[in-house]
T-cell receptor, first 117, second 115 residues
Framework: KAGVTQTPRYLIKTRGQQVTLSCSPISGHRSVSWYQQTPGQGLQFLFEYFSETQRNKGNFPGRFSGRQFSNSRSEMNVSTLELGDSALYLC????????????????FGQGTRLTVV | GENVEQHPSTLSVQEGDSAVIKCTYSDSASNYFPWYKQELGKRPQLIIDIRSNVGEKKDQRIAVTLNKTAKHFSLHITETQPEDSAVYFCAAGLPYGGSQGNLIFGKGTKLSVKP
């Protein structure tokens, strides 16, 4: 069973540019969450998508956006990049079931390392 | 919204000793508490989790305890080994549809096990 795949692994962008990151979840998983990881700040929640709809959103500015396609693949976009956006961006997929299991295990991708110069 | 505090931020132990990492959460509606281990340059991986209807769970050298009244949960690693060295993250999960994401993480604990 293939794991969560994120592309690209590394990106270098200039301030003011925009960037799109991609995440392919485990087959059968319908929930994809995105996190920003920086030293000392841990994993900060960006947003979660389930069945092509944004179900939850963290406290990030509107420059951060995302979407999910019918095959559950997800993309996140950051516009007007700032130096402070340099981070490891992780996505995690899970079943996302609303049934009795409620929360289920989240599997992380390897991440995309974004450097803004 | 949910907030998770994790302590300590760094922990150094001798091989064979025990390590304890503690987390507190703010939203009493949280019902799922996983722990993730992240080795240097690798993705976070689940090592153990506990749900709100259980007070304690053990898996070999790793155990997690949950005190719902006090809203805190802890990770216990016994007989530590050098390969336990990593950053450990606790998280709290609200039922789906809550006002925040399904997992809110603490800031992590860097565990170093000295041979």
């Amino acid at each position: 069973k293939a794991g969560v795949t994120q592309t690209p692994r590394y990106l270098i962008k200039t301030r003011g540019q925009q960037v799109t990151l991609s995440c392919s979840p485990i087959s059968g998983h319908r929930s994809v969450s995105w996190y920003q990881q920086t030293p000392g700040q841990g994993l900060q929640f960006l947003f979660e998508y389930f069945s092509e709809t944004q179900r939850n959103k963290g406290n990030f500015p509107g420059r951060f956006s995302g979407r999910q396609f019918s095959n559950s693949r997800s993309e996140m976009n950051v516009s007007t990049l700032e130096l402070g956006d340099s981070a490891l961006y992780l996505c995690a997929s899970s079943l996302g079931d609303r049934g009795p299991l409620m929360n289920t295990e989240a599997f992380f991708g390897q991440g995309t390392r974004l450097t803004v110069v | 919204g949910e907030n998770v505090e994790q302590h300590p931020s760094t922990l150094s132990v001798q091989e064979g000793d025990s390590a304890v990492i503690k987390c507190t959460y703010s939203d009493s509606a949280s019902n799922y508490f996983p722990w993730y281990k992240q080795e240097l340059g690798k993705r976070p991986q689940l090592i153990i989790d506990i749900r709100s209807n259980v007070g304690e769970k053990k898996d070999q050298r790793i155990a997690v305890t949950l005190n719902k009244t006090a809203k805190h949960f802890s990770l216990h690693i016994t007989e530590t080994q050098p390969e336990d060295s990593a950053v450990y993250f606790c998280a709290a999960g609200l039922p789906y549809g809550g006002s925040q994401g399904n997992l809110i993480f603490g800031k992590g604990t860097k565990l170093s096990v000295k041979p």
